[in-house]
């Protein structure tokens, strides 16, 4: 079983810097692609970043692609998202999600969800 907690959010201003945390309990965290998700307020959810079983793959959104890396730690059950240059637009409750098997994009394939951190950049 995948329980996903996510850590670090915050408020920041532009240009700052954030790095978010999500630990999975369970014991079979590098069977499961990783991706953060963002919803903003009155949107949908949308992809931000997505990482393969190994790490191996990464990809990411345009609107956070040079600016945002994301990365995993299969001894630790972990996958960080690392938030540099942030701008207002980056407002958003972000969630980390686990899919058994192969990467996707979109978050009706994952099954897993952490409950979500607030990242507020003000201008």
């Known amino acids: 079983q995948v329980q996903l907690v996510e850590s670090g959010g915050g408020v920041v201003r532009t240009g700052d810097s954030l790095r978010l945390s999500c630990a999975d309990s369970?014991?079979?965290?590098?069977?499961?692609?990783m991706a953060w998700f963002r919803q903003a307020p009155g949107k949908e959810r949308d992809f931000v970043a997505v990482?393969?079983?190994?790490?191996?793959?990464?990809d990411y959104a345009d609107p956070v692609r040079g600016r945002f890396t994301i990365s995993r730690d299969n001894a630790k059950k972990t996958v960080t998202l690392q938030m540099d240059s942030l701008k207002p637009e980056d407002t958003a409750v972000y969630y980390c999600?686990?899919?058994?098997?192969?990467?996707?994009?979109?978050?009706?394939?994952?099954?897993?969800w952490g409950q979500g951190t607030q990242v507020t950049v003000s201008s």
């Open positions: 999600a686990a899919r058994y098997g192969n990467r996707s994009y979109r978050s009706d394939e994952y099954a897993y």
């Open positions: 369970g014991r079979t965290f590098s069977t499961y692609a």
């Open positions: 990482i393969s079983l190994s790490g191996g793959f990464k």
